[in-house]
């Protein structure tokens, strides 16, 4: 597994919030990157995160079946994206998304998951249910960095918060601030940081934590003082050493 730092390299850089917001400003203003083109890649880098961290041959069940929990803000929108390509890697995705968004963009990739036959739920099953319908695991796109979860978010989290079976959460656990962490509430086993982690990663305790921000321009990486993990061959995402326990 790849380090964060090894020899030589300074230490893995943690954003506050205000900075992940200003990395992401400067992507979309001065390098010209288009909000569809950031979703799609850091969906993409999603998919292969949890194919990594739950790879086909090694999945307990024999439907590789995995669950994705969409919000309506950004983050459910890389959730979509996420299950797409989840699809095109043999994987079997169905998608719950309560409240979704009247953005073209949004519809769009809900259209795309619609169109390759992938289900969208029309409610979200209890937590026996959810181990009865024999999923493998459960991607979080349900909050990311916005913290206060209202309804029909709530009652979500706090299915979400019980259920025995593996959770990915995307970026920041879903009800966790996002420089603070959490206590209480989802305990994902796999944290997928996009572009870079942010604060609250460091309270982070379970199984795998990938990064997922390879395409960010080296210039940022450098104004950013990123310090980011070497991603080994052509990967697009990078597993850290371990959770953090300082």
């Known amino acids: 597994m790849s380090s964060a730092s090894g020899p030589g390299r300074e230490p893995l850089r943690y954003l506050s919030k205000a900075e992940a917001e200003a990395i992401e400003k400067e ?12 979703i799609e ?8 995160a949890v ?10 069940r024999k439907q ?46 809900t259209t795309q998951c619609e169109k390759m036959d992938i289900p969208f739920l029309s409610y979200l099953p209890t937590e026996v249910q959810l181990i009865n319908a024999a999923y493998n695991a459960v991607v979080d796109a ?35 601030d996002a420089e603070a962490g959490g206590s209480g509430g989802i305990s994902p086993d796999v944290l997928v940081s996009l572009t870079a982690p942010k604060r609250c990663a460091r309270r982070f305790r379970g199984r795998q ?19 980011a993990p070497e991603y080994p061959g052509t990967e697009c995402v990078v597993a850290l050493g371990g959770p953090r326990r300082q």
């Open 64 to 109: 590789p079946t995995v669950l994705v929990v969409c919000g309506a803000a950004q983050i459910g929108a890389v959730g979509l994206v996420c299950a797409r390509h989840l699809r095109t890697f043999g994987y079997e995705p169905t998608i719950f998304y309560p409240k979704r968004s009247l953005e073209p963009l949004y519809r769009d990739f």
């Open 27 to 38: 992507l979309l203003e001065d390098y010209r990157f288009g909000r569809q083109q950031l």
């Open 51 to 60: 194919s990594k961290a739950f790879p086909l041959p090694s999945l307990p």
């Open 142 to 176: 349900v909050l990311g960095a916005d913290a206060e979860p209202a309804e029909p978010y709530a009652a979500i989290l706090a299915t979400l918060a019980h259920v025995r079976i593996p959770i990915v959460s995307l970026d920041v656990p879903s009800g966790w």
């Open 209 to 227: 934590h990938f990064v997922a921000g390879r395409f960010v321009p080296y210039d940022v990486q450098k104004k950013f003082e990123l310090n």
């Open 41 to 48: 890649i850091r969906g993409h880098a999603c998919a292969v």
